[in-house]
């Protein structure tokens, strides 16, 4: 049985908190801490360690930009989905470059959160569709993917298929699913067939070529 995956909300409204959580623990999630702002943030992460952090764009003291950075030096494997009433690509561009993993809007549907939630705790990316088709026109190299997608995207550049990839990275083959639907959904392309073509016109980010032989 999976071990479940623990996270924590960071959201100044007590009742946004108290519904993520009611939405992602029947779902497998743990949520391990809760804070509502910056400085109370780093101090639950510190302690808890978890595999994610739910993050709204904006506190009370404002956004939260500047704080992904020491969330991420205080738990360098934690994913980070940034979860906000905002939709402009600016703010999406800005939380991928300063760290974070994922961005969604909080008018999303509960399998969406879900799906992103589960994607980004497990080394993936996720931003929403309608913001990823803007999104998808800052350069790969811009776009601060992960080492695991960097290396998903290199195999499939070389035609191999999602078994292969899994048995290559020693994933299963259902994380490999979301890490390639979470590229497809952030570069706003349909099939595999567009990820395919993507990765070989493009080529994959430096140093992120997955094990070869």
Do not use: W
């Amino acid at each position: 049985m999976a071990a479940p995956v623990t996270v924590v909300l960071v959201d100044d409204h007590l009742t946004v908190r108290a519904g993520t959580r009611a939405l992602l623990e029947p779902e497998g999630f743990v949520v391990v801490g809760e804070a509502a702002a910056e400085h109370e943030a780093v101090d639950v992460v510190r302690t808890s360690r978890p595999d994610l952090l739910v993050l709204d764009m904006v506190l009370e003291s404002g956004p939260v930009l500047s704080v992904i950075p020491a969330l991420l030096a205080v738990a360098p494997k934690m994913g980070i989905l940034v979860h906000s009433m905002y939709e402009d690509a600016a703010l999406v561009r800005g939380a991928l470059t300063a760290g974070a993993s994922g961005y969604l809007s909080k008018n999303t549907s509960v399998p969406e959160l879900v799906l992103a939630a589960r994607t980004v705790a497990t080394g993936g990316s996720y931003v929403q569709p309608p913001l990823g088709v803007d999104v998808a026109h800052v350069p790969v190299s811009q776009q601060a993917l992960s080492l695991r997608e960097g290396q998903v995207l290199a195999l499939l550049a070389d035609g191999h298929t999602n078994r292969e990839v899994a048995a290559r990275l020693t994933l299963s083959v259902r994380t490999v699913e979301s890490l390639r639907a979470a590229l497809r959904n952030r570069l706003g392309l349909v099939s595999r067939a567009d990820l395919v073509a993507y990765a070989r016109r493009t080529g994959p980010p430096p140093g992120a070529q997955g094990p070869h032989g």
